[in-house]
């Protein structure tokens, strides 16, 4: 490194830099407050008991609110979930206890990053050509295998970092007691990481209750109360995104209300999940 | 339930022939459910192929390059979904790396320990906003401030290229490339202060010893060392702005034109399978419709496929910038 460089020079550089890159930091915290101040601001105003009680009433109409859709979501992510989570956790499993070195889990883990990922959409294209076009309509089970499909990999990758945190001396106790390697899973180590499992499941919820993309084609959207998961069904994305290109401005302000609903409960339970998740890594 | 202890040092997968089949199975429906995984993107690959073939046959490879876009004389081709989906993405590249870096940068190297970590999360909250509200928020707070304020400054001092002309209508190219940007950018920049805190604290600090300032321990050692971690993380960054959808849909316009301004309207890949998949009647519009996600996925699964690499590598032990 040369020596004579003026110092005056490159510690103004350095001023420089560091201030850019402070004013970059400064930045992003003021997007934040931005989007999240005008999600809250817009939003409130449309938020009343009527919002979570009421069906959606016509353009023009006073009142109404978005029952149907806030319960439609809830069913949704359920039903993605209970899909996800058993394959999430059971491959998770296999890339924690068998395929640490194997090429397989090599090939999966790789397979499922990338997944993670993937755009949205094309899984909902994917599951409109599997499961609307065989069954002749457009159905909340399409819109469930959509998101299950998103959460599949998320679950996988979180199942098996948190396997791999719980002691090995855990396992060697429960093996030196003659419990055969399935028992030690189930009964111990499952046990052990469970916390763990949970907050990354709660995660992959988080993350699949704000899709929009995969349900436009799938479960599309109803003005109704959902009767089966065989048919359209209301939820909050889509109906947030029709009511927000909607020329009707009481429409507008209903999607406001259901962007700070979604916001609102996906950034809380990112929060929560992520305040259990770092208690638990120290 | 009497057992007794097995006499091997290493963790036996299945021994006696009692626990056998118990272990046996156990594997076999964990590795089941791993290969499903990859079976999923082998399904996923196949059925957008075969459903695509229609088009596929009708268009051939003229089907990339063709411009139009017509549903009633049943003419497809995806140049114009293709280039909008580049552009946008481009110009949201072009904004958020260097923004990301120096966001990095800060939460690495220059914050002061305090604020580190509510500064931190305070972007990755930002990655986990859903992209429908950065798309609503696009349309009806950033598109008026564009044609306000943004738009009119870039027409007077670049109106004369092709690029800054036209009508300002606060929608468009650039607004979907900018509300991109800020989709992408907590995903790059926390993946890239990940990267700069693997740089080993002994090569920071003999580079300090020798009296160099921060800005040159970041440009002469902890960019090298983490360039293929940096690089990862833009390419994550670029595959998730390829396919984003919402985001897009509200800002883009939605207009199947070429266009050299970049305040025009025009349509992504996403953003015309999010408006026109529903419409499509006809098998052949639907054919065209699923083949314009197969390239999205072609596409997003390289870029992804990249990314990951280039994380691994970096994370490797011993490997080196």
Known sequence: MAVHIDTRRRVLINKLVMGVST???????TMLVWILGDVALKGLSAINWDFFTKLPAPPGEEGGGLANAIVGTLILTVAA??????????????LAEFGKTEKLGAAVRYVSDILVSAPSIVIGVFAYLVIVIPMGNFSGWAGAVALAIIMIPVVTRTTEEMLRLVPIEMREATLALGAPYWKMMLGVIYRAAATGMTTGILL?????????????FTSLNSPYWLESLNEPIANLTVTLFNYAMSPYEDWQTMAWGAAFLITSSVLALTVFSRIILMKRMR | MSRTATSESQIPEATAPRRAFGDVAFKAITTGFAVGILLLLGAMFFVLWRESALAIEAFGPGFLTSAKWNPVTEKFGALVAITGTLVSTVIALLVAVPVSIGIALFLAELAPEKIRTPFGVAI????AIPSIVYGMWGLFVLAPLMSAYLQPALG?????????????????????????????IPFIASVTRDVFRMVPAQLKESAYGMGATTWEVVKDIMIPYGRKGIYGAVFLGLGRALGETMAVT???????????SLFAPG????????????????DLYLS????????????????LGFAQLYLKRMSAPGSKG
């Open chain 2, 250 to 260: 509200f800002v883009i316009g939605n207009a199947h034109r070429l266009n050299w």
């Open chain 1, 204 to 216: 992959a919820v988080a993350r699949v209750s704000g899709e929009t993309a995969p349900l436009l």
């Open chain 1, 81 to 94: 979930a209970l899909i996800a989570v058993p394959f999430g956790v059971l491959a998770g499993t296999y």
């Open chain 2, 267 to 282: 349509n992504s890949i996403a953003s015309t399978l999010a408006n026109e998949f529903t419409e499509a009647d006809g």
């Open chain 2, 124 to 127: 990755e909250l930002l990655a």
């Open chain 2, 156 to 184: 007077g001092l670049f109106g004369w290229t092709p690029f800054f002309s036209g009508p300002q209508m606060g929608i468009g190219m650039l607004t979907a490339g900018l509300v991109l940007a800020l989709m992408i």
């Open chain 2, 288 to 303: 065209s419709l699923v083949a314009l996600g197969l390239v999205l996925f072609l596409i997003t699964f390289l870029i």
């Open chain 1, 23 to 29: 004013g970059a930091a400064l930045a992003g915290l």
